[in-house]
């Protein structure tokens, strides 16, 4: 016959790990995992296209995240990006132990705030494995605050962006579900941020349509 104690145990090593689970951090308030060297490295793969071992002019204007990054991540001002460079970037991205940047925009049309515009925050495909996407749609003052689509957050959302670069994509669609924006706002977007932790914290940042 079984030691009643064995079959108590298991039960109260189960409940162990339940209480152990509770204890830790949920994975979503956990900072995304980096991969610095590599990262850096890659991203000479991905768009060094004159093979010259660096990111600049054209070559950064395909991947406006980056270009957005220059400002703060070109340490030695030659006015591209290093793999070192790069890499360094991520480095604080992950030393920072930031979980998610709060990001406001505003769109403006002569400067009259539109409602109903939606914005997308793609992951330059450097990070695109890395981080997630973030949505939102703009308010009656013609802001938005984009959010992360989350399972496990409580309220299916996580509000803010991970640290990184991206590609905006802006888009206002008819009743008839017609683009009403010139694609250089959405397909063709060249509109990037790079939310580095703390950088844009308390800032809202406009965009200005220039439709006509
Ligand atoms: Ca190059
Ligand atoms: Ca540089």
């Given at each position: 016959?079984?030691?009643p104690?064995?079959?108590i145990?298991?039960?109260?090593?189960?409940l162990?790990?339940?209480?152990?689970?509770?204890a830790r951090?949920p994975?979503?308030?956990i900072?995304?995992?980096?991969?610095?060297?590599?990262?850096g490295k890659?991203?000479?793969?991905?768009?060094?296209?004159n093979?010259d071992?660096k990111?600049?002019?054209e070559?950064?204007?395909q991947?406006?995240?980056?270009?957005d990054?220059?400002?703060?991540?070109d340490t030695?001002s030659?006015?591209?990006?290093?793999p070192?460079?790069?890499s360094?970037?991520?480095?604080?991205?992950e030393?920072?132990?930031f979980?998610?940047?709060p990001?406001?925009?505003q769109?403006?049309?002569?400067?009259?705030?539109v409602?109903?515009?939606?914005?997308t925050?793609?992951p330059?495909?450097?990070?695109?494995?890395?981080?997630?996407?973030a949505t939102g749609?703009?308010d009656?003052?013609?802001r938005?605050?984009?959010?992360i689509d989350?399972p496990?957050a409580a309220?299916g959302v996580?509000?803010g962006?991970?640290?990184?670069?991206?590609r905006?994509?802006?888009?206002?669609?008819s009743?008839q579900?017609?683009?009403?924006?010139p694609?250089?706002y959405n397909?063709?977007?060249?509109l990037g941020?790079?939310?580095?932790?703390?950088?844009h914290i308390d800032s809202?940042?406009?965009?200005?349509?220039?439709?006509?």
């Amino acid at each position: 016959m079984r030691n009643p104690i064995d079959t108590i145990l298991p039960g109260c090593l189960g409940l162990a790990l339940i209480v152990a689970g509770c204890a830790r951090r949920p994975d979503i308030m956990i900072s995304p995992k980096w991969h610095a060297t590599a990262t850096g490295k890659q991203a000479i793969e991905f768009y060094d296209d004159n093979d010259d071992g660096k990111i600049d002019d054209e070559e950064l204007r395909q991947c406006p995240g980056l270009l957005d990054l220059l400002s703060v991540g070109d340490t030695n001002s030659d006015g591209a990006l290093s793999p070192e460079e790069i890499s360094a970037r991520i480095e604080r991205y992950e030393s920072s132990g930031f979980v998610l940047v709060p990001f406001e925009l505003q769109i403006k049309d002569g400067g009259v705030p539109v409602v109903g515009v939606v914005v997308t925050m793609i992951p330059e495909k450097l990070v695109a494995d890395t981080i997630e996407p973030a949505t939102g749609v703009t308010d009656s003052v013609g802001r938005v605050i984009p959010t992360i689509d989350h399972p496990d957050a409580a309220t299916g959302v996580l509000r803010g962006l991970r640290p990184g670069m991206y590609r905006c994509e802006i888009s206002l669609k008819s009743s008839q579900g017609d683009e009403k924006l010139p694609a250089e706002y959405n397909t063709a977007s060249k509109l990037g941020f790079e939310i580095g932790p703390g950088h844009h914290i308390d800032s809202l940042n406009v965009v200005e349509l220039s439709r006509h």
